[in-house]
């Protein structure tokens, strides 16, 4: 199964918090994960202002915004469902509701439900292509965007359709 280092191997949430506060792409947009539960069944992120994630009229560059959002629903599952699982980002969207300014925040969470859902709808060797939103808060509390992920689940033993040839 062709999947990234960190899918692989089994660190804990604290080094894969740490690790990711260290990748590139995230340091360098000014997000920073500041939580990541024991179980993997929460994360928290930050996105704070800074000279270069800033946009032409000064907040928040909206590619940063989804930035922030975007891995963490598939990190979180893939975790809680464990190696029997494949699972992947199918699509994306955010709606920006107001101009993000200083410390913006993320809060996701993977309910027990939501990973019963995945198990019971993959059960039979189908695929679960569930969408989840996380609002994007300002300091004040304030909504200032929404994310929505879609998905994809399967269970890693379910033989995917061969590719038809051009």
Same mark, same amino acid.
């Given at each position: 199964?062709?999947?990234?280092? !960190?899918?692989?191997?089994?660190?804990?949430?604290?080094?894969?918090?740490?690790?990711?506060?260290?990748?590139?792409? #995230?340091?360098?947009? +000014?997000?920073?994960? /500041? %939580? !990541?539960?024991?179980?993997?069944?929460?994360?928290?992120?930050?996105?704070?202002?800074?000279?270069?994630?800033?946009?032409?009229?000064?907040?928040? #560059?909206?590619?940063?915004? #989804?930035?922030?959002?975007?891995?963490?629903?598939? *990190? !979180?599952?893939?975790?809680?469902?464990?190696?029997?699982?494949?699972?992947?980002?199918?699509?994306?969207?955010?709606?920006?509701?107001?101009?993000? %300014? +200083?410390?913006?925040?993320?809060?996701?969470?993977? /309910?027990?439900?939501?990973?019963?859902?995945?198990?019971?709808?993959?059960? +039979? +060797?189908?695929?679960?292509?569930?969408?989840?939103?996380? &609002? *994007?808060?300002?300091?004040?509390?304030?909504?200032?965007?929404?994310? &929505?992920?879609? !998905?994809? *689940?399967?269970?890693?033993?379910?033989?995917?359709?061969?590719?038809?040839?051009?």
């Amino acid at each position: 199964m062709a999947q990234g280092f !960190l899918a692989r191997v089994a660190l804990g949430p604290a080094w894969t918090r740490h690790l990711m506060n260290a990748w590139p792409p #995230f340091r360098a947009a +000014g997000i920073r994960v /500041t %939580r !990541l539960a024991d179980d993997w069944s929460a994360a928290e992120v930050e996105l704070r202002a800074r000279l270069l994630n800033r946009n032409f009229v000064g907040t928040h #560059f909206g590619g940063s915004i #989804f930035a922030m959002a975007d891995p963490f629903y598939m *990190i !979180l599952l893939l975790r809680r469902l464990g190696r029997d699982y494949v699972v992947w980002d199918k699509a994306g969207s955010v709606r920006f509701l107001k101009p993000g %300014r +200083g410390t913006l925040t993320a809060r996701f969470e993977v /309910t027990p439900s939501m990973v019963d859902e995945a198990v019971a709808a993959t059960s +039979g +060797g189908g695929k679960h292509e569930p969408t989840y939103a996380v &609002e *994007i808060t300002d300091e004040r509390g304030d909504v200032v965007a929404r994310v &929505e992920k879609t !998905l994809h *689940i399967r269970r890693a033993d379910t033989p995917r359709p061969a590719l038809a040839r051009a």
